[in-house]
C-alpha cells in the first residue's frame, strides 16, 4: 500500500508564491521512495489533467511543462519521503487541484501512464 499525500494548496493572489508538499508513507519504504521519479501533475474545472514538473530518483534532473518553466521549481528531499513543488509568480490560469504521483521507474517522465501511485489532490486557487 502506497499513500501520497499533498498539502500546502490554498487561496493565493496573483503574483504571489506557494510550495506543495507531497509525503510517501505506507508500505512505500525511504528505500523505494529514493529509486524513483516523482511527478507534479494538475487539474482545472472542465479540463484534462496536466503534466506540470517531474524529477528523477536523485534530483538530478528535472522537467517541466513550458508553461510554468521559471516560475516553477521541483524538488525533493529522500530522507523525509517528500517531493516538493515551489510556485512562484502564480498566475490565475495556475489555479486547479494539483496532484502528486510516483513513477515506476527512476527517470522523470510527463506520461501520466507511468505513474500508479497517486496523491488526492490539493487545491490551489489563484486570484486576479
Known amino acids: 500500500q502506497v499513500q501520497l499525500v499533498e498539502s500546502g494548496g490554498r487561496l493565493v493572489q496573483a503574483g504571489g508564491s506557494l510550495r506543495l508538499s507531497c509525503a510517501a508513507s505506507?508500505?512505500?519504504?525511504?528505500?523505494?521512495?529514493?529509486?524513483?521519479?516523482m511527478g507534479w501533475f494538475r487539474q482545472a474545472p472542465e479540463k484534462d489533467r496536466e503534466f506540470v514538473a517531474a524529477?528523477?530518483?536523485?534530483?538530478?534532473?528535472?522537467n517541466y511543462t513550458d508553461s510554468v518553466k521559471g516560475r516553477f521549481t521541483i524538488s525533493r528531499d529522500n530522507a523525509k519521503n517528500t517531493v516538493y513543488l515551489q510556485m512562484n509568480s502564480l498566475k490565475p490560469e495556475d489555479t486547479a487541484v494539483y496532484y502528486c504521483?510516483?513513477?515506476?521507474?527512476?527517470?522523470?517522465?510527463?506520461?501520466?501512464?507511468?505513474?500508479?501511485?497517486w496523491g488526492q489532490g490539493t487545491q490551489v486557487t489563484v486570484s486576479s
Open positions: 524529477i528523477s530518483w536523485n534530483g538530478g534532473s528535472t
Open positions: 504521483a510516483a513513477a515506476s521507474q527512476s527517470t522523470y517522465t510527463y506520461n501520466r501512464n507511468y505513474y500508479p501511485y
Open positions: 505506507g508500505t512505500f519504504s525511504k528505500i523505494v521512495f529514493s529509486s524513483i521519479a
